[in-house]
T-cell receptor, first 115, second 115 residues
């Protein structure tokens, strides 16, 4: 199965600062996704990161707050900008090898705490 | 509104016992239903994927059932082990008319297996 990794695994940041999370996949994939998982909650899709085009954001998430880069088919970054304590969460990247009945793989997550 | 609801919210069982987790969904049109296991501090890992034509699918001690008519699914865990302690998330993917690549997540059932 494909390997997906994230850096950093966790961080503690001060409010007002920004953090960039990196996601690396060991094979080329078309679709990559970024999710947020708040404490005790399930996953919420932030955006879909497509290579060669701008990310598609879900309702409630905007590019200025969560800029995403997708420079190639194996890598993506999510930046959490101008952080506040409400941004404390686990951020997960994910990918699917194709469409339809295909597996969706998740990274180990980045645990962010904003003080 | 497309929703996935899981019950119970949490469950404690003794090692070696069986348990069944429930999932009800209102997603339409329906493409497939997935059960994921999420260990603390890890990303979700897929256990099963089922389409509307599949009633039962097993993965070791995990058996998922699907009733597409009543829009219900269950995950049965046999002879539980301490390592089964995790959150179990029911996820439904909508059909092509419903933003093809979106997965709709349930809030999960937190299972604790005690010795």
């Amino acid at each position: 199965s494909a390997v997906i990794s994230q850096k950093p695994s966790r961080d503690i940041c001060q409010r007002g600062t920004s953090l960039t999370i990196q996601c690396q996949v060991d094979s080329q994939v078309t679709m990559m996704f970024w999710y947020r998982q708040q404490p005790g909650q399930s996953l919420t899709l932030i955006a879909t990161a497509n290579q060669g085009s701008e990310a598609t954001y879900e309702s409630g998430f905007v590019i200025d707050k969560f800029p995403i880069s997708r420079p190639n088919l194996t890598f993506s970054t999510l930046t959490v900008s101008n952080m506040s304590p409400e941004d404390s969460s686990i951020y997960l990247c994910s990918f699917t090898p194709g469409t339809g009945l295909t597996e969706q793989y998740f990274g180990p997550g980045t645990r962010l705490t904003v003080t | 509104k497309n929703q996935v609801e899981q019950s119970p919210q949490s469950l404690i069982i003794l090692e070696g016992k069986n348990c069944t987790l429930q999932c009800n969904y209102t997603v339409s049109p329906f493409s497939n239903l997935r059960w994921y296991k999420q260990d603390t501090g890890r990303g979700p890992v897929s256990l099963t994927i089922m389409t509307f034509s599949e009633n039962t699918k097993s993965n070791g001690r995990y058996t998922a059932t699907l009733d597409a008519d009543t829009k219900q699914s269950s995950l049965h865990i046999t002879a539980s082990q301490l390592s089964d302690s995790a959150s179990y998330i029911c996820v439904v993917r909508g059909g092509w008319m419903d933003s093809s690549y979106k997965l709709i997540f349930g809030s999960g059932t937190r299972l604790l297996v005690r010795p």
